[in-house]
């Protein structure tokens, strides 16, 4: 079973960039989808960036142009890099094993704890 712990989070103002990281605890190299999560206070959780094993990635337009994500599965670790960060990116973030790049798609593994992004204005 992979654990997944998050990392990176903070505050930031507007404009700002954060770096987040997820560690597996075990090997992510034979899982195809890796994602990041965001759940926003008192929504629902949704996916905003995917990225294969091959490297191709996709992205929810709310964060499209503004956030990058990448794995690195030497090291088992996926990475999501927010550049010109908004209020609205105010969120839990979590990383997990998205059974497919759709904003509510259900995840493999079970939930950590997440990191929380906040973005005052």
């Known amino acids: 079973q992979v654990q997944l712990v998050e990392s990176g989070g903070g505050l930031v103002q507007t404009g700002g960039s954060l770096r987040l990281s997820c560690a597996a605890s075990?090997?992510?190299?034979?899982?195809?989808?890796m994602g990041w999560f965001r759940q926003p206070p008192g929504k629902q959780r949704e996916l905003v960036a995917t990225?294969?094993?091959?490297?191709?990635?996709n992205y929810a337009d709310s964060v499209k142009g503004r956030f990058t994500i990448s794995r690195d599965n030497a090291k088992n670790t996926v990475y999501l890099q927010m550049n010109s960060l908004k209020p609205e990116d105010t969120a839990v973030y979590y990383c997990?094993?998205?059974?497919?790049?759709?904003?509510?798609?259900?995840?493999?593994?079970?939930w950590g704890q997440g990191t929380q992004v906040t973005v005052s204005s």
């Open positions: 075990g090997s992510i190299f034979s899982i195809d989808l």
């Open positions: 997990n094993a998205p059974y497919a790049p759709y904003a509510y798609a259900g995840a493999r593994y079970p």
């Open positions: 990225v294969t094993s091959g490297g191709s990635t």
